[in-house]
């Protein structure tokens, strides 16, 4: 049974840093994108950031660029979002994401493009 499970998240303060992780298990998303989305109380859940198999192109949300850094270790099978500058626009629910099919050098930034979902981790900003 493949399973993705976060972890990381919490209570911070704004202009802090919070680093999310995600570990994969039930099989290997070595030659997969992978992606972190977040959802926000009554929003449609959206794109923060993705990551192609290798590790060596990512692409951010506009309103992310410069503050998150997506990174992945595909020997532990796992993802990691480095969140840092943190803003209360940032309170939401992050989830992890991967693709079933291979990726080649692809990244993806549509939730239909991704096959499996962590349940979610808490990241809450306060002003």
């Known amino acids: 049974q493949v399973q993705l499970v976060e972890s990381g998240g919490g209570l911070v303060q704004a202009g802090g840093s919070v680093r999310l992780s995600c570990a994969a298990s039930g099989r290997t998303f070595s030659r997969n994108a992978m992606g972190w989305f977040r959802q926000a109380p009554g929003k449609e859940r959206e794109f923060v950031a993705a990551i192609n198999w290798s590790g060596d192109r990512t692409y951010y949300t506009e309103s992310v660029q410069g503050r998150f850094t997506i990174s992945r270790d595909n020997a532990k099978n796992t993802v990691n979002l480095q969140m840092n500058s943190l803003k209360p626009d940032d309170t939401a629910v992050y989830y992890c994401?991967?693709?079933?099919?291979?990726?080649?050098?692809?990244?993806?930034?549509?939730?239909?493009?991704?096959?499996?979902w962590g349940q979610g981790t808490q990241v809450t900003v306060s002003s």
């Open positions: 994401a991967a693709r079933n099919a291979y990726s080649r050098d692809l990244y993806y930034t549509r939730r239909f493009e991704y096959d499996f």
